[in-house]
């Protein structure tokens, strides 16, 4: 079955570092989204991208967070300036948009760690 | 806005035996989907069931099950012959369809330990 893929899998930055997460979602999806998840906590939505632009993000995703397409396969996160409090797994998915059986595949996660 | 709520903070079941987890969420939308996410110790997040709003009939997917009360808002999820390897923490999930950009609402989860 085709999987989302997400490197690293663990990244520890010192706070004030940019760090770029980077993520293939699956080969013919058209959608993209970045949850992220606080040791504890429940996930939760940071940002969905298509047609190569940002279709809709959460409070969270303030101007530290960027999100792009380079390519025809990557979809990246980048956070400019890190926080302790950006300390997350933080999770890439992917979406088809066209099939009525309306799913969404997560990747295994990139655990970050800001010191 | 959507709001899910799960108010089992944690359950534990024991092996082959049966078990429920709840869920209920807030909507003003009629049209929806609801999903069960399974997250193991690896962190991974895993989709479990999925029910779409429309549909009377509750989903099935091997030993998983939901009961889905639309009027109730209510979306738990049973878990059949419990086995080790379901030990992990479960996330009920709510997406709205239609329009915009399908993000999920997730609950806090319900940590589930199967014991031997």
């Known amino acids: 079955e085709p999987e989302v893929t997400q490197t690293p899998s663990h990244q520890v930055t010192q706070m004030g570092q940019e760090v770029i997460l980077r993520c293939v979602p699956i080969s013919n999806h058209l959608y993209f989204y970045w949850y992220r998840q606080i040791l504890g906590q429940k996930v939760e939505f940071l940002v969905s991208?298509?047609?190569?632009?940002?279709?809709?993000k959460s409070e969270i995703f303030d101007d530290q967070f960027s999100v792009e397409r380079p390519d025809g396969s990557n979809f990246t996160l980048k956070i400019r300036s890190t926080k302790l409090e950006d300390s997350a797994m933080y999770f890439c998915?992917?979406?088809?948009?066209?099939?009525?059986?309306?799913?969404?595949?997560f990747g295994s996660g990139t655990q970050l760690s800001v010191l | 806005a959507q709001t899910v709520t799960q108010s089992q903070p944690e359950m534990s079941v024991q092996e082959a035996e049966t078990v429920t987890l709840s869920c209920t969420y807030d909507t003003s939308e009629s049209n929806y989907y609801l999903f069960w996410y399974k997250q193991p110790p690896s962190r991974q997040m895993i989709l479990v069931i999925r029910q779409e709003a429309y549909k009377q009939q509750n989903a099935t997917e091997n030993r998983f099950s939901v009961n889905f009360q639309k009027a109730a808002k209510s979306f738990s999820l049973k878990i059949s012959d419990s086995q080790l390897g379901d030990t992990a923490m479960y996330f009920c999930a709510f997406m709205e369809s239609g329009a915009g950009s399908y993000q999920l609402t997730f609950g806090k989860g319900t940590k589930l330990s199967v014991i031997p």
């Open positions: 998915a992917s979406r088809d948009g066209r099939s009525e059986e309306e799913k969404l595949f």
């Open positions: 991208f298509y047609n190569n632009e940002i279709s809709e």
